[in-house]
């Protein structure tokens, strides 16, 4: 491997993340597809949506294990101490969980905070604890994807994402059988992740065997639990802010003239621009793992503007020609009130391309240097302006929900890539002042 960064490099990185992140997030949309079927898929879909949102809001600082993973798990002793942190992190998360689907908590959290109805909220509570059980199966993920980023064979998430998509075909054509309501899509996901965490484990067990013991004097100490906290709480507040702030999105349409309709639609538009741009989503990963120096940076800006050239064009011909009613009647089965409420929104989702992008793009960059205070801050950031602007709602009753829903997860995006720009910027002047001196 060249120690300079082409684009070349940057593609042969990134590509099987592409097809890893979109065969992931198409697990939504084809639940979305198959819940929208059902007797009345405006309950279902609001119900999926809302336990959805708020579970992996909650459990979202799992998604830091993979980081730690791939920055502490040097060695097999490691992997003891690096456990014993991720079943923490995830511990409290998951009690709170149980307690909303098992107490009067979450008739407060999906009827009051959401606004949805007791419809709504008593497939929401079912499909809560369905989606906890995926907390063991989270960890696993994590360190297996670690593990398998860290020696950079990525096609190996590939096929492990293939398999994922294959079983949840087939659990939701047999599942309808037992389950009913949103408790389908929450079981199907849970198989199918468990599923796809054990082909990783498949193939992350032979690299986890080439790691040092751990025993030699010359290897890394395993990082203490003190490392690890101040590494991650950061990475684990700013991870929680997608889920945040579908959240909060979420809180202000349930309090719209049509809570059930403005839930069910965003879910909808969530789930397809999650499938176009997520891939975004893997720049983190990759400025993380191969920019080194300042001169690394141009090819993966490039690189970047690559991805929003291509990504931006495909959500344009998709929902601005005649395909926009493949995708949302003959592909997702929408009723005709359900299509054209989520229309006007869909319609603006090439923008999102270079939102998401820069932000995921400036986050890889702070953590590959090491530098990931300002990650919480810009996290915190994100919730707070899509909530400000979620919350035009209440002054605009009878306004499309999910447009509004749309602009402010896109404006989210906006301000914490012009504050993680700015840090950046402070970092470089900073590290250039030694050299300035010693000239």
Known sequence: MTDNVTLRIAYRFFVP??????????SKSVINAALARSPDQNVTLAAFHVAFTLYFALSSSTEVCAVLALSFLKTRRALGQLVRFMVLIVAVPWMVAQAIAFTALGDWAFGGLFGASDAVVAQAKSATFLLSLSAPVLITRSICFGLILMHQRTIFITYATLVRLASLGGSLIVLPKYLEGAAVGAAALLICMTIETAVALAFARGIFRELPSGLEPDTE????????????????????AEMGVVTAISIFLGMSAQPDLALAAFSIVYGLVSLLMSPMRNLVATAQTLVKTISDRRPIFIFALHLIAFFGLISFVLFHTPLEDFVLVDAMGLQPELRNYCLPALKLTFLMSAAWAYSALFR????????????????????????LISSSSLLFVTANGAVIGLIG???????????????????????????IAND
């Open 17 to 26: 993340l592409i097809f890893m992140t979109e065969l992931n997030m198409i």
């Open 221 to 240: 100490v395993p990082p203490s639990f003190r490392q690890q906290w101040r590494f991650s709480w950061p990475l684990m507040m700013n991870s929680s």
């Open 409 to 435: 997860w896109m404006a989210g995006y906006a301000a914490e890539t012009g504050l993680l720009a700015f840090q950046l910027r402070r970092l470089d002047a900073r590290r250039a002042r030694p050299s």
């Open 364 to 387: 890889g960059l702070l953590a590959g240097a090491r530098n990931t205070t300002m990650l919480a801050a810009s996290g915190v950031s994100r919730i707070g302006v899509a909530a």
